[in-house]
Nanobody, 124 residues
């Protein structure tokens, strides 16, 4: 069992930045691919970013490439999502996620573990 807890959401103006954090705990959490999904009002949950268990590989949805970065520190049981040049369309609840492979991590319906979510609101 892996537990995930997000923090760092909030309200920011367009063009601003936010850093989301996710604390992981539980059995062998450092062995999992970790990532972030988001869900905007009235829309389906979508994959945003992922990182391999050793931090050596990162991957993003096209809409955030060049603006978002993801990192992790297994010794601290943490993963972060750095969001820059935020746009109103980035407004959503952001969820930390853990799964065994990058293929599964990209698919919201197959995720093994979820956090409770944190709201990000970007004003025009």
């Amino acid at each position: 069992q892996v537990q995930l807890a997000e923090s760092g959401g909030g309200l920011v103006q367009a063009g601003g930045s936010l850093r989301l954090a996710c604390t992981t705990s539980g059995r062998a959490s450092s062995n999992y691919e970790l990532g972030w999904h988001r869900q905007a009002p009235g829309k389906e949950r979508e994959f945003v970013a992922g990182i391999s268990w050793d931090g050596g590989r990162t991957y993003f949805v096209d809409s955030v490439k060049g603006r978002f970065s993801i990192s992790r520190d297994n010794a601290k049981n943490m993963v972060w999502l750095e969001m820059n040049n935020l746009k109103p369309e980035d407004t959503a609840v952001y969820y930390c996620a853990a799964s065994g492979t990058s293929v599964i991590l990209r698919q919201p319906g197959l995720i093994d573990y979820w956090g409770q979510g944190t709201q990000v609101t970007v004003s025009p």
